[in-house]
């Protein structure tokens, strides 16, 4: 099993300021690499999908990068709305499975 | 607009079935596009994958949970469904349906709002 590790588990900026978001796999996940957005209350949003698509809607300031075991997501220019919790998520191939990340908490500084 | 909807009891008793059922509208169930799925999530924490099924009935579950989940789908009803057995209070949890892409995401694009289970005599 893919053992997904996100870090920091919070992450504390100003509105306006750039979010660096890490998810680290225990081995490689062939870039099916998923970000999602949750807010309180709310389910997940997909945001990034296969490493760096942004998904339907999704701002241009969103961004997804990496390869191999480690992926990076980033804000640039944070707006209020931002402020939630992030998830990555991985599917392996064989067997079928997916698997999140613990999440990273971006609150405001 | 694609939209998913879960209901279900929200209190089950230690020992028994959980089920739940999620209902789709705005796509074509049958498409051979998507898989089905249910995440769970307790409260304050991250996301847990519980299973996924394919129109076609095939299933794939999460294996820490594989002995005691059981997924089917009714295509005639736009619905798929989730059975827990042996629940206990670990279970408690908020229960979303979602759907898989997989031909292009390989991400699940579509949620239910969720709806919570607690688990408790």
């Known amino acids: 099993e893919t053992v997904l590790t996100q870090s920091p588990a919070i992450l504390s900026l100003s509105p306006g300021e750039r979010a660096t978001l890490s998810c680290r796999a225990s081995?490689?996940?062939?870039?099916?690499l998923a970000w999602y957005q949750q807010k309180p209350g709310q389910a997940p949003r997909l945001l990034i999908y296969?490493?760096?698509n942004r998904a339907t809607g999704i701002p241009a300031r969103f961004s997804g990068s990496g390869s191999g075991t480690d992926f990076t997501l980033t804000i640039t220019s944070l707006a209020p709305e931002d402020f939630a919790v992030y998830y990555c998520?991985?599917?392996?191939?064989?067997?079928?499975?997916?698997?999140f990340g613990q999440g990273t908490k971006l609150e405001i500084k | 607009q694609v939209q998913l909807q879960e209901s279900g009891p929200g209190l089950v008793k230690p020992s028994q079935t959980l089920s739940l059922t999620c209902s789709v509208s705005?796509?074509?169930?049958?498409?051979?596009?998507?898989?089905w799925s249910w995440i769970r999530q307790p409260a304050g924490k991250g996301l847990e994958w519980i299973g996924r099924?394919?129109?076609?009935?095939?299933?794939n579950y999460n294996p820490s949970l594989e002995s005691r989940v059981t997924l089917s789908i009714d295509t005639s009803k736009n619905q798929f469904s989730l059975s827990l057995n042996s629940v206990t209070a670990a279970d408690t949890a908020v229960y979303y349906c979602?759907?898989?892409?997989?031909?292009?995401?390989?991400?699940?694009?579509?949620w239910g709002p969720g709806t919570l289970v607690t688990v408790s005599a």
């Open positions: 979602a759907r898989v892409e997989e031909q292009v995401l390989s991400a699940f694009d579509f």
């Open positions: 705005g796509v074509s169930f049958s498409s051979d596009s998507y898989y």
């Open positions: 081995q490689s996940v062939d870039g099916y």
């Open positions: 099924i394919y129109v076609g009935g095939g299933t």
């Open positions: 998520q991985q599917r392996a191939n064989w067997p079928p499975s997916y698997s």
């Open positions: 296969d490493t760096s």
